[in-house]
C-alpha cells in the first residue's frame, strides 16, 4: 500500500474560521443555502450556482462598476461565453480605489540590486497615474489603442499600465532583455502608438544603459509616434535627453521624460468600457513559431483578481506582496493585481541571486512581506545550494509563500519548513498567461502536503481526464476545466473566427478547456501535476510526466539540472535521452550515470531508465523558466532547426547546443 504524503503544515482552526474564505460561505448560506461544510463542499456548490457564484464574489469585494440590467453571461458553452454583457467598469479605477482609505501609506516600493529605495504612496501613485493618463489623451490615445512598454519590474511600470487601464487603451510589455526581434515578434502585430522604454538597468552587477537600443525598437515598431523614457539611471541629467528620437529606419519620434510627464500629479479621469473590453496582451511562449496575443478584458481580470486574494490567498489591506518576477511573466501582473485588496507591492528589477542566494530572502526581511511569489526555481535553487534563510534574516511577518512555473521538488518542500519558516503557508498554485489568475492551488482551510496542490479555486470546474473524456481519479489524466470562468482569454489577438483560440484549448474536447498538464486528481480533490501533456514520456504505452523523472535525478549528487524527452521517431522507434547538467567542476562520469540509473529504478521504474544519458551545459528554459523540451522534441524528429525561436530562450547559447545535437545525431 502507498505510503500517505507527508502534512507538512495545517492552519490553526481559528484562523480559518476568521478567513475571508469562510465569511464569504457562512453570507452564502444565509443566502443561498449554501453547504457549511468542508472545502471541496462548498466548491462544488460555487461550480453547480456559478453564476450566483460570480455575481456575489462581485459585490462581497466591493468592485466599482455599472452592473446594468444584462444577465451574468450569454451563452453555457465555452469559447462562446459572453460575461456580464451590458456591464461597464474600469480595471485602474478599481486599483486605485484603496488610494481614498490609505492615501499617505505606501503602494508601492521599488527596490533595485544597489541601496535604492523607492517609496509611493496612495496618493502619489494615484497622481502621476492621472498625469500620464492626461498626457495619453492629449496624444489621442483611447479605447482600442494600443501602448506597449519594454521595462523592467519598477513602480514606472505599474504606473505605465494603470494610466493606459484609466484611457480604456490596451497595455503590453516585456522585459528588457529582450532585443529588437523578440520586441517586434510580439508587439507589431499589435500596432502600438506609444512605446515606454528605460534609460538603464542595474542587473548582476553592472548597469545596462538601454538608450543604445531605442533607435532599433522604433525602426521595428512603425506605427510608434510617442515615446517616453523612463529616467531613473543615479547621477544622470534629464537634460541628457532629447525630444526627438531618431529611429534606424529615419522616422524621428516625438519623445518625453517620464519624470516630467508625471511631475505636475492630478486626479484621474477613468473611463470606463464594456466589461469584456480588452485590458491588456499577454503572449505564448512563442518556442515553435510567431507568439500568440493573448487577450484578456477589463472585467474578468478585476473579478478574478478579488476572487483569487480574497478568498484563496485571504488577503487583507495592508498586506505586503513582492514576487521575484520580471515583467515578461504573468505573475508580474498578478503583483499589480494585489493593489485591487489595498496591499503594499514590491517592485525589483535586479538579478533574483545578486551577491549571492541571500538577495531574496533579505528582501522579504527588510520589507517585512507577508505573501511572497515565485518561480519554483528560485526556491529550488537556495535549497541546491544548502541555504538556511532563517539562519539570516526574521522572516516571522511572512504568512504564505506561492510556487508557481513550474513542479516544485519534494526536497523543497521541506526546506522551506525546515530552513525559512515553520508557520509559513507553502502554496504550489498552476494557472498562468492563459487566464492571468490560478486553477488549482491555494487555499486558506486546507493542510499542506508535500508535493500536492491543496484543491481547485473556488467557481473553477476543475477535473482530470482520460483521452476518451472520462473523469479519472488516482491515476495520470488530462487537466481540463468544464465551465467557463470570468478571465478566460476574450479573444487571440488578430483571429477575427476564433480559430486559433479554438485549436489552442478546445481541439481535444470540444467546449471543454484542455490546459495541456499531466495530472492526478485525488480523492481529496488535491492534485499532483506531472508536466506538458504534450511532453509525456510514454514507454511502452505506460504515461509518464516528465517531471516525474527529472525531480528524481536532480536529487542525485553531482546533478546540477536535467532534462528528459520522449520521443516518438519514424518506423516505430522511440528515443528517450536523459540530459544532465553536472554541479560546477563535476563530471557526467560512469559513477555518476550508474547512480543516475539505480535512482530512476528504485524510486520510478526500470522501464523509464533513458537510452542515453547525455552530458549538457545547461537545461533549455523560456525567459519565466519553463523548460523548451517541445523544441526539442520536435528537432530529435526531425524538425526544421529553422522552427526553433530561439528568441525565447532565456540562454540561447544553450539552446544552440540543443539544436547541434540533434543536427548531429540525424
Not at 137 to 147: A, M
Not at 158 to 186: K, M, Q, Y
Not at 195 to 212: C, I, M, P, R
Not at 265 to 271: C, G, H, K, R, S
Request: with cysteine.
Amino acid at each position: 500500500m502507498p505510503e500517505s504524503p507527508a502534512v507538512l503544515w495545517r492552519p490553526d482552526p481559528a484562523t480559518v474560521e476568521a478567513s475571508q474564505m469562510r465569511e464569504f460561505q457562512r453570507l452564502m448560506g444565509e443566502r443561498h443555502d449554501a453547504p457549511q461544510g468542508d472545502y471541496a463542499e462548498f466548491w462544488r456548490w460555487t461550480i453547480d450556482r456559478l453564476d450566483v457564484f460570480w455575481e456575489e464574489i462581485i459585490e462581497f469585494s466591493g468592485v466599482v462598476w455599472e452592473r446594468g440590467d444584462g444577465p451574468v453571461r450569454d451563452g453555457d458553452t465555452m469559447p462562446d461565453v459572453r460575461w456580464f454583457p451590458g456591464a461597464r467598469i474600469n480595471y485602474a479605477e478599481n486599483l486605485l480605489r484603496w488610494s481614498h482609505e490609505r492615501g499617505d501609506e505606501p503602494a508601492i516600493i521599488g527596490r533595485h540590486e544597489d541601496e535604492r529605495r523607492e517609496v509611493l504612496t496612495w496618493d502619489e501613485v494615484r497622481g502621476q497615474v492621472g498625469a500620464l493618463a492626461a498626457r495619453l489623451r492629449n496624444w489621442g490615445v483611447g479605447p482600442g489603442d494600443t501602448v506597449c512598454a519594454v521595462l523592467p519590474n519598477v513602480p514606472q511600470t505599474v504606473i505605465a499600465l494603470l494610466a493606459t487601464a484609466a484611457v480604456g487603451a490596451v497595455w503590453s510589455v516585456v522585459n528588457t532583455d529582450f532585443g529588437p526581434r523578440g520586441v517586434a515578434e510580439r508587439f507589431a502585430q499589435i500596432e502600438p502608438s506609444v512605446l515606454f522604454t528605460a534609460d538603464s538597468v542595474l542587473f548582476n552587477g553592472k548597469t545596462l544603459d538601454l538608450t543604445e537600443a531605442i533607435p532599433a525598437l522604433l525602426a521595428v515598431l512603425p506605427t510608434v509616434t510617442r515615446h517616453v523614457l523612463v529616467d531613473q539611471a543615479p547621477g544622470r541629467s534629464p537634460g541628457e535627453r532629447g525630444s526627438v528620437v531618431r529611429s534606424d529606419d529615419g522616422r524621428d519620434v516625438s519623445s518625453e521624460l517620464f519624470s516630467s510627464v508625471v511631475g505636475s500629479p492630478q486626479e484621474p479621469d477613468f473611463e470606463r468600457v464594456e466589461f469584456s473590453h480588452p485590458l491588456w496582451v499577454l503572449y505564448s511562449s512563442g518556442t515553435t513559431g510567431a507568439p500568440k496575443g493573448i487577450v484578456h478584458g477589463h472585467g474578468g481580470v478585476v473579478v478574478e483578481a478579488n476572487r483569487a486574494n480574497i478568498l484563496q490567498y485571504d488577503g487583507r489591506p495592508g498586506d505586503i506582496q513582492y514576487s521575484a518576477v520580471a515583467t515578461t511573466w504573468v505573475v508580474w501582473n498578478l503583483i499589480v493585481n494585489a493593489l485591487s485588496r489595498g496591499f503594499t507591492i514590491v517592485t525589483y528589477d535586479g538579478a533574483p541571486f545578486a551577491g549571492g542566494p541571500h538577495r531574496q530572502f533579505e528582501l522579504l526581511a527588510s520589507e517585512r512581506v507577508t505573501h511572497f511569489g515565485t518561480g519554483a526555481a528560485i526556491l529550488s535553487t537556495a535549497q541546491r545550494l544548502g541555504y538556511s534563510p532563517q539562519a539570516d534574516y526574521d522572516l516571522s511577518g511572512l504568512r504564505s509563500i506561492l510556487s508557481t512555473g513550474s513542479p516544485l521538488p519534494d526536497p523543497t518542500w521541506d526546506w522551506v519548513y525546515e530552513q525559512v519558516s515553520a508557520t509559513v503557508k507553502l502554496g504550489s498554485d498552476s494557472g498562468g498567461t492563459d487566464i492571468a489568475s490560478g486553477f488549482i492551488g491555494s487555499n486558506p482551510t486546507a493542510p499542506v502536503v508535500r508535493g500536492r496542490l491543496q484543491g481547485p479555486y473556488l467557481g473553477v470546474a476543475a477535473d482530470s481526464w482520460d483521452s476518451h473524456g472520462k473523469p479519472v481519479t488516482g491515476e495520470l489524466g488530462e487537466f481540463v476545466v468544464t465551465a467557463p470562468m470570468p478571465s478566460m482569454p476574450v479573444a487571440f489577438w488578430n483571429d477575427a473566427d476564433g480559430s486559433r483560440y479554438r485549436e489552442a484549448y478546445f481541439d481535444a474536447f470540444p467546449g471543454v478547456w484542455r490546459h495541456g498538464d499531466w495530472v492526478t486528481r485525488h480523492d481529496d480533490q488535491s492534485y499532483v501535476i506531472h508536466g506538458r501533456s504534450d511532453s509525456t514520456i510514454n514507454r511502452g504505452g505506460i504515461r509518464m510526466g516528465s517531471a516525474d523523472i527529472t525531480q528524481i535525478v536532480d536529487r542525485v549528487a553531482g546533478v546540477h539540472a536535467s532534462m528528459v524527452i520522449g520521443a516518438e521517431l519514424s518506423g516505430g522507434d522511440y528515443y528517450m535521452p536523459l540530459f544532465v547538467v553536472p554541479v560546477d567542476g563535476g563530471a557526467v562520469d560512469d559513477d555518476l550515470e550508474e547512480r543516475i540509473v539505480a535512482a530512476i529504478r528504485e524510486q520510478l521504474s526500470p522501464r523509464y531508465v533513458p537510452d542515453e544519458i547525455i552530458p549538457a551545459p545547461g537545461v533549455p528554459t523560456t525567459r519565466t523558466g519553463k523548460l523548451l523540451e517541445i523544441p526539442v522534441k520536435r528537432l530529435l524528429q526531425g524538425g526544421d532547426p529553422q522552427s526553433v525561436n530561439r528568441d525565447a530562450a532565456a540562454d540561447t547559447s544553450v539552446l544552440d547546443w540543443y539544436i547541434d545535437f540533434a543536427a548531429n545525431r540525424r
